[in-house]
């Protein structure tokens, strides 16, 4: 007799072990973060934006952290933060 296992269907296996998927770890995005910040302002940087696009969109925490560090160095480096943050916000 088989066991009545619950099934998932091909795409969210997919999903699951796709190896292109954007993934980073809280603390890959906490040290990515300034660098994120400075793309987002300046349009600019090494920082993979999409990678932190897709973490932030997924964690509260990453992006309610991100979002203080883009106000204040907007503010240090006198440049208006709303377009990155409407960004930042998706
Ligand atoms: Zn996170």
Redesign the pocket.
């Not at 997924?58 to 992006?63: E, I, K, P, R």
């Given at each position: 007799m088989t066991r009545d296992l619950r099934r998932l269907t091909a795409e969210q296996v997919s999903s699951l072990i796709l190896p292109t998927e954007p993934w980073?770890?809280?603390e890959d995005?906490?040290r990515l973060m300034d660098q994120y910040v400075e793309a987002l302002l300046h349009g600019q940087g090494e920082v993979d934006v999409p990678r932190m696009e897709v973490?932030?969109r997924?964690?509260?925490?990453?992006?309610e952290?991100a979002e203080s560090l883009l106000e204040l160095v907007a503010q240090e480096d006198g440049v208006d933060p709303g377009p990155a943050m409407a960004r930042l916000q998706g």
């Open positions: 980073l770890s809280c995005c906490f973490h932030l997924g964690c509260a925490a990453c992006a952290e």
